[in-house]
């Protein structure tokens, strides 16, 4: 497939900078932190590449539209072999740290062009390589044009779960997930979708969809609602300070993101019964209650994430390559390495050590443990690394503050509870529990 010549504003101009000097390959001494008592946890979800290409040409695709273009230069299908390894580094690191269960996620590209064998030979050599007791719980991330009873049949007969990516209705949908030829994919991905939600329903993990402030949140939640999904996944578009996401100004203008959040949040909160989950407003409300987080884009738990390639190579996290040409990278791959080599990575060390790998303005801001200094990509400025707060900032305080907002209202409603009172129950596991289960009945 041809992809479209990229325009020049869209890769980041960093020509000249010396990597090696910025954080976390500069600055950050892993041998301190393993003295003061410090030590990895463990991968738990592992990212298997399992096609490179894609039958879609989506304008914001941070694989194909980005900094990092080493996707020219792989395999456009996962090789027998690799999987085949893969699935037994994934055995041995669940077997050397006593993993109960392991997430495995198909990936691309687009997963499903890789075909039923390869799809097949996943979900066996990976379910016969993990010790007895450890559970596989496999996934796959579509673009969902490719779903069809055949396909679905064989992801029903191996257990593999299917999350797809949709952007709301048509007009939201289709204005950057399009055909290489221009035409617009929602359709295809609607038909598949009403497949999925019907017969394979037990199938269905839920929905990702890529925020774009020139839809109307309101109408993109409800668009969104139509196959009941059983959870929404809202992810803002990536972007770093040397290429901002479009329409934000991260030097302190308009909170566009976080307006289009806050009105997508109060319908999606106020409405009762609860229509489904939204992945990052119960990330934050879990966050705000005294929770940890569960997701790399909130909070300030590890990352216990690791990407294989199409070649067996290991990356960070793909979304990295929004930040410079070969950020993901490790060095190291399947073939050579354990992945307990990749937890002494750097920058997968970043991702473990929570507020220790927070910039100062980060970790004297108010909502620091909620935010957890954003998603990790979106702090990256050349010269000085990741070593800063994200360019949503701004965004993420306002959207953290009005979900607080109203939570603290609803709670003091609950136990009539006012000021340093209602911080205090807040912090008390027990009353806590108590109020929530006064909300849940």
């Not at 999987?83 to 006593?98: F, P, S």
């Not at 203008?253 to 009105?263: L, N």
């Not at 209602?422 to 009353?431: G, I, N, R, S, T």
């Not at 806590?432 to 009945?441: E, N």
């Amino acid at each position: 497939m041809t992809r479209r010549p990229r325009s020049p504003t869209s890769i980041t101009g960093c020509e000249g900078v010396n990597r090696a000097t910025e954080w976390p390959d500069s600055g950050l001494d892993i041998s301190a932190l393993h003295a003061r008592g410090w030590r990895p946890e463990p991968f738990r979800e592992f990212i298997l590449k399992v096609h490179g290409r894609c039958n879609l040409a989506c304008d914001y695709c941070y694989v194909y539209e980005s900094a990092d273009q080493s996707w020219r230069s792989r395999p456009r299908a996962v090789g027998d072999a690799v999987v085949r390894r893969a699935a037994d580094r994934i055995a041995e690191h669940a077997a050397r740290h006593g993993l109960g269960a392991v997430e495995v996620v198909l990936h691309g590209g687009e997963p499903l062009l890789a075909g039923a064998a390869t799809i097949e030979l996943v979900a066996t050599a990976v379910r016969a390589a993990v010790p007895a007791g450890c559970r596989v719980d496999l996934s796959l991330q579509t673009n969902g044009v490719l779903l069809d009873e055949p396909t679905l049949d064989l992801l029903d007969a191996h257990g593999v779960g299917v999350a797809v990516s949709l952007d709301g209705d048509a007009t939201a949908h289709d204005r950057h997930r399009r055909f290489p030829n221009g035409k617009g994919s929602h359709p295809a991905v609607t038909k598949g979708l009403e497949l999925l939600a019907g017969r394979y329903r037990h199938l269905y993990r839920g929905l990702l969809c890529a925020v774009d402030t020139a839809n109307d949140p309101v109408a993109t939640y409800e668009a969104l609602l139509a196959t009941s999904p059983p959870q929404i996944d809202f992810l803002l578009p990536h972007g770093t300070w040397d290429a901002p996401p479009p329409g934000l100004r991260p030097d302190g203008g308009p909170t566009r993101y976080a307006e289009w959040m806050i009105a997508a949040f109060d319908r999606w909160y106020g409405a009762d019964p609860q229509e489904t989950g939204v992945r990052l407003f119960e990330e934050i409300l879990n966050l705000t209650l005294g929770g940890a987080s569960a997701t790399e884009n909130i909070g300030l738990s590890p990352v216990v994430m690791l990407v294989v390639e199409t070649d067996g190579t290991l990356q960070q996290v793909d979304t990295l390559k929004t930040s410079y040409p070969g950020a993901p990278e490790t060095g190291l791959t399947v073939f050579a390495n354990s992945f307990d080599e990749a937890l002494a990575h750097p920058g997968v060390v970043a991702r473990q050590i929570g507020l220790a790998a927070l910039c100062g303005e980060c970790r004297d801001c108010p909502v620091r443990d909620v935010c957890g200094g954003g998603a990790y990509a979106h702090r990256y400025r050349a010269g000085s690394g990741y070593l800063n707060r994200s360019v949503y900032c701004a965004d993420l305080r306002a959207l953290i503050g009005h979900i607080g907002g109203r939570v603290r209202a609803d709670l003091a409603g609950l136990t009539g509870s006012q000021g340093d009172g209602l911080d205090q129950a807040l912090k008390e596991p027990v009353v806590l529990g108590r109020i929530l289960g006064d909300v849940d009945g």
